[in-house]
């Protein structure tokens, strides 16, 4: 593999608050976003930094000898709190996400403050703290590194996006909470509590078409099925395979 092509690694296996599969009703544990490492010529993306600053820092060393002084961009899939947790650990790198996850947070922020009045109190404080991260943010182009490429999946939230890694050999999909997990993706499910299940699923569906290898909002990365069974079809025709990936 040549220098100039982009290296995906995982840096955290994320967590499901409450994983619909498994019969979860509420939340038993705390959520975080799996986190990647992108490494594209000079560009060191950091997607979706979902663990507390000290452990996703211990992380980052272990797993790929890096700092957080080293990230040059930081990437968010969305804006849901279980991926954002150690955006303070980058000051210096640029943050983007998708215009369209930027401008529904914005108007949520409005709504909410609306909602609470003008008396300050510790929400309203810790809204503000989260507009400030927000201002940090801008849209990402559609092409954040060379063969790294913005990758649309609304759905889960209104402006949920991925990122398509071009290597020569395989293409491979960082799609945050388009696909849950591997047990989601096999079964052709999305999580119930996506903003819009039908544009969701039509998402997951793109992503079964495209990637060869997929690194999930909360799983650990695998390897399509569509890729290793020839003629599987549909989506919905992987669902009880089985496969151990």
Avoid at 1 to 11: D, G, N, Q, R, Y
Wanted: negative net charge.
């Amino acid at each position: 593999m040549s220098e100039s092509t982009p290296i995906a690694a995982v840096i955290s296996i994320g967590a499901m608050a409450r994983n619909d599969l498994w019969n979860e009703t509420k939340p038993v544990r705390t959520a975080h976003a799996t986190t990647t490492l992108i490494t594209a010529g000079a560009h060191l993306i950091i997607v979706d930094p979902g663990l507390p600053a000290v452990a996703l820092e211990q992380r980052l060393a272990e797993r790929a000898g890096k700092s957080a002084a080293d990230i040059t961009d930081v990437f968010l899939t969305s804006w849901r709190p279980a991926h954002r947790r150690a955006l303070a650990l980058f000051p210096n790198a640029r943050w983007f996400m998708s215009d369209t996850e930027i401008a529904t947070a914005r108007q949520l922020f409005t709504v909410t403050l609306a909602n609470i009045g003008s008396e300050p109190d510790a929400a309203s404080e810790l809204i503000s703290q989260d507009q400030a991260l927000l201002n940090r943010f801008t849209p990402a182009p559609d092409k954040i590194a060379p063969g790294v490429d913005l990758f649309p999946l609304g759905g889960c939230t209104p402006g949920q996006a991925g990122l398509i890694v071009s290597q020569p050999t395989t293409t491979l999909v960082v799609a945050g909470g388009a696909v849950a997990t591997l047990e989601h993706f096999l079964r052709g499910k999305v999580t119930p509590d996506c903003y819009d299940i039908k544009q969701a699923l039509g998402s997951l569906a793109e992503i079964y078409e495209i990637a060869y290898v997929i690194i999930p909002g909360y799983d650990n990365q695998f390897v399509n099925p569509r890729s290793l069974a020839a003629g599987a079809g549909t989506l919905g025709e992987i669902e009880g395979m089985g496969l151990d990936l």
